[in-house]
């Protein structure tokens, strides 16, 4: 199934002459009812290839007003993917999401459209093993110019087709950078041999960057900070959404103390009761010397947060931004069961309100714009149960890098783990002892953060990572990494007897009634209590099983019956009693089988329980498929940093559960960062690494390493 839209209708078509089967193309303002009733091989998403031209601000309409215009649009992609994944539930697909310049190696115009979608497509893994998902960033090839764009299908008109929903897609956003795609046959022809041959492949990289015949995956490499001291102009004034509770209100104390004297606050809208809850923060931080104004309201409406920032820029000219603002869902749901008002909540503060404060802030000039970001938008391990979250936080890092490359050198994200608060010590969850990912003190996180402020230009982003190096830490960008149990190639026969329990657990004293006792002992296991403590009709939020500690729950599960179970298990049954009746009617996952043209084998068919081997796919790709590529490969990345780290620091991550952060995370928090001290994720050759290509640098700062 190919989903287009009328700029990518002969880009479809040329794709369905290339896979010489069945192809159903599906028009991205068709109704879901289109929807084949047979089981797909793939799902194949066109739609951010059409891209609008949008060559300065003026010349765009209104953002919120197109944000609210029309039906269509990423959100009706999302609920299309989520029926098709329905239908689909427990079977092998492949998804396969098309973009045009969003990995922008040096020289090359980066677009954002595309970026909502890529964060989901690099997550959704972890909730649906049996899938293959992956993004990839198609090769224009020199003839083509330095522009990416849109006219790939009969409809030459940038704006054709309906606006978008709720959430702006970020194809109709300002500062895209694109221009044409190829109308030519030969140009589509080869844009459709490039999709066909990523359908064709098998490899666990959910990004893919093709550039001169050659393919880059992802990875992670140290970073240096310059060893530079944060010290602030108290005539200008600081900016900080989310800065009313968690970690905004420690950045904004924290500015305080190294010299601001005044700061720009945002929060979420207060309901009609009682006294404004950041008072006392107010107080504190005026009683230090600082003048404080207060924003309350939705960072996507734009006259309110226009009106604001005059207001603050009155006292001042804004020295820097810090964009901690952000939402977590109560209680974890799945991709499936997840609603789209759970997008909207999570992607409006920190998508949204990031496009609208950056275009409102656009003739600014501050020393620092730091975007916090979660390790839960890198890691696919620690994003299931709420994947909206991690979705939003992925966005961050291109969206800095597109800042960048525009020469806004100021912005940078940054992907924190949790944070660790020494006075309510809470044990991290066990997701990060599997990825060997340790917290971060919150006071070397706020020592991490002036440095990163003070950094008078960073190339790339950062993910903070502690206990990680970085060869661990790009091997957990797999959605592998999730589960340490792979599905079956092939399902055991419907009348088979379950397997019986690897290793079970022992209960001590009184537990539930109904429940067996092995799984109440798992999950006492998982939360560090006792059996005994454990009600069989307590929802699992209210035990404290935040999205990590469901993950890894789901993991022993698979372990005590030595066999997948579907992700959204955990989801859908809610309570210990649920979960155990559930249980003996859970089927096992479809057998996997391999994509469209591919002739993939694997030794363990015979034996459905021989899971496979780690080694198999050292670089992401099975061995039929390590062919050399038809042009050189090239690295693309940034040069090598060494690792001068401070003890407090990790080696590159991206934050993940939200849920760890010391005290109770606010909706106009930060969301959870993801953590990774070193730089992001950079593109690099599947196989061998020949000579790099450096891109200019800015002027070299005193202890920043030289190219």
């Not at 221009?179 to 959910?206: F, H, I």
């Not at 992802?218 to 010290?231: D, I, Y």
């Not at 015979?606 to 081997?613: H, I, S």
């Not at 992401?620 to 060494?642: F, G, H, I, K």
């Amino acid at each position: 199934m190919v989903v287009h839209g009328n700029a990518t209708a002969n880009l479809a078509r040329a794709l369905r002459g290339h896979l010489h089967q069945e192809v159903l193309l599906h028009h991205e303002d068709a109704p879901p009812s289109a929807l084949p009733s047979r089981p797909l091989a793939a799902y194949v998403d066109l739609s951010d290839l059409g891209g609008l031209h949008c060559p300065d601000r003026s010349s765009c309409p209104d953002l919120i007003d197109r944000r609210r215009a029309g039906a269509a649009g990423w959100p009706a992609r999302l609920a299309l993917l989520r029926q098709v994944l329905t239908a689909h539930r427990g079977a092998p697909l492949r998804v396969l999401h098309a973009t045009a310049g969003l990995q922008a190696p040096p020289g090359v115009t980066q677009s954002l459209a595309g970026a909502r979608q890529a964060g989901l497509i690099r997550a959704l893994g972890a909730e649906h093993p049996q899938l293959l998902a992956r993004t990839v960033d198609l090769d224009f090839g020199p003839d083509l110019g330095p522009d990416l764009g849109s006219d790939l299908g009969p409809d030459l008109g940038p704006a054709a087709g309906p606006d978008l929903g709720p959430h702006r897609g970020p194809h109709r956003g300002p500062d895209l950078g694109l221009g044409r795609l190829p109308a030519s046959a030969r140009g589509v022809d080869r844009l459709a041999a490039q999709l066909a041959d990523e359908l064709r492949r098998g490899g666990e990289s959910t990004e893919i960057c093709r550039r001169g015949g050659a393919r880059y995956a992802p990875h992670l490499e140290p970073a240096a900070l310059p060893a530079a001291e944060l010290r602030l102009d108290p005539r200008k004034v600081y900016l900080v959404t989310g800065g009313t509770r968690g970690l905004g209100a420690r950045i904004a104390e924290r500015l305080v103390e190294r010299g601001a004297r005044h700061l720009a606050l945002t929060g979420a809208a207060l309901g009609s009761s009682g006294a404004d809850p950041a008072q006392p923060l107010l107080r504190a931080l005026e009683q230090r010397g600082a003048q404080v104004t207060l924003y309350r309201g939705e960072l996507t409406d734009a006259a309110a947060l226009a009106s604001f920032l005059a207001e603050a820029r009155a006292r001042g000219e804004l020295g820097g931004i810090v964009h901690c603002a952000g939402r977590l869902r109560e209680r974890p749901a799945s991709f499936l069961d997840s609603r789209p008002d759970a997008w909207h909540a999570a992607l409006g503060p920190k998508v949204d309100g990031l496009e609208v404060l950056a275009a409102l802030c656009a003739d600014d000039a501050p020393d620092f714009a730091v975007l916090f970001s979660s390790v839960a938008g890198v890691f696919p391990a620690l994003a299931a149960g709420a994947l909206e979250y991690a979705c939003a936080n992925a966005f961050l890092s291109w969206f800095a890098a597109q800042k960048r490359r525009a020469g806004k050198l100021a912005f940078r994200a940054v992907a924190w783990p949790s944070w660790l608060d020494e006075a309510d010590p809470r044990p991290l969850a066990p997701a990060y002892a599997r990825l060997g990912l340790e917290g971060l003190p919150t006071e070397a996180g706020l020592r991490l953060f002036e440095r990163i402020a003070a950094a008078p230009a960073l190339d790339e982003d950062l993910v903070i990572c502690p206990g990680l190096d970085a060869a661990a830490a790009t091997s957990a960008l797999a959605p592998a990494a999730r589960a340490p149990l792979t599905p079956p190639r092939t399902a055991p026969a419907a009348s088979a007897a379950p397997a019986a329990p690897a290793r079970p657990a022992a209960c001590q004293g009184a537990v539930p009634t109904g429940v067996p006792c092995w799984l109440t002992a798992v999950l006492a296991d998982t939360l560090g209590a006792q059996p005994s403590a454990i009600h069989a009709d307590v929802p699992f939020a209210e035990l404290g099983l935040d999205s990590i500690r469901l993950t890894e729950l789901l993991h022993k599960l698979e372990a005590h019956l030595r066999r997948p179970l579907d992700p959204t298990l955990l989801v859908q049954h809610t309570t210990l009693g649920e979960l155990a009746a559930a249980l003996p009617s859970v089927p096992l996952p479809a057998p996997r089988s391999p994509a469209p043209g591919s002739d993939e084998s694997d030794e363990s068919d015979g034996n459905p329980d021989a899971p496979d081997e780690p080694g198999d796919e050292p670089d992401d790709e099975p061995d039929e498929l390590r062919a050399a590529p038809e042009a050189p490969e090239r690295d693309l990345s940034v040069p090598d940093y060494p690792d001068v780290l401070d003890d407090n620091s990790g080696a590159a991550g991206y934050p993940d559960g939200a849920d760890d952060f010391p005290g109770d995370l606010p909706d106009d928090g930060p969301a959870t960062t993801t953590d990774l001290t070193t730089a992001p994720a950079r593109l690099r050759p599947p196989r061998r690494r020949p000579p790099r290509l450096r891109p200019p640098r800015p002027a070299p700062v005193a202890g920043a390493p030289q190219p």
